[in-house]
């Protein structure tokens, strides 16, 4: 199932943003043209990944629980203290409006 999100003009540069979609919570970044999902919680302690920073060089967004690191591109767990990946979530850019496909 394919739901708009919103316009890419709306999500800020490498600022993660929290949204509600079929009763699931995904965070999605923008770096530059290109747009990730994840879904937000922390593999770790069910702890919520749209409130950390985004680290843009390597692609990651840093659970700002206790540091964890998870890739933006698959949803690997990067770093300690989590191990578990999270669910990466289908998302796309169609005519400027962002898209995601959950399964
Ligand atoms: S809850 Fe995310 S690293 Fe611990």
Same mark, same amino acid.
């Given at each position: 199932?394919?739901?708009?999100? *919103?316009?890419?003009?709306? %999500? ?6 929290? /949204? ?25 302690? $069910? /702890?919520? %990944?749209?409130?950390? %920073? &985004?680290? &843009? $060089?390597? *692609?990651?967004?840093? *659970? ?21 990946? &999270? ?6 850019? &169609? $005519? ?5 496909? %959950?399964?």
């Amino acid at each position: 199932m394919a739901e708009i999100l *919103c316009s890419i003009d709306e %999500l800020t540069e490498a600022q993660a943003r929290r /949204f509600e979609v079929a009763g699931s919570a995904i965070v999605v970044v923008r770096i530059g043209e290109q747009v990730y999902a994840l879904e937000d919680r922390c593999s770790h302690e $069910d /702890f919520p %990944l749209s409130d950390g %920073l &985004v680290d &843009v $060089d390597d *692609c990651q967004i840093e *659970c700002s629980r206790h540091g964890a690191m998870f890739s933006l591109e698959t949803g690997a767990a990067c770093s300690f203290p989590a191990v578990k990946a &999270v669910d990466s979530i289908a998302i796309s850019v &169609v $005519d400027g409006q962002v898209e995601v496909t %959950l399964p």
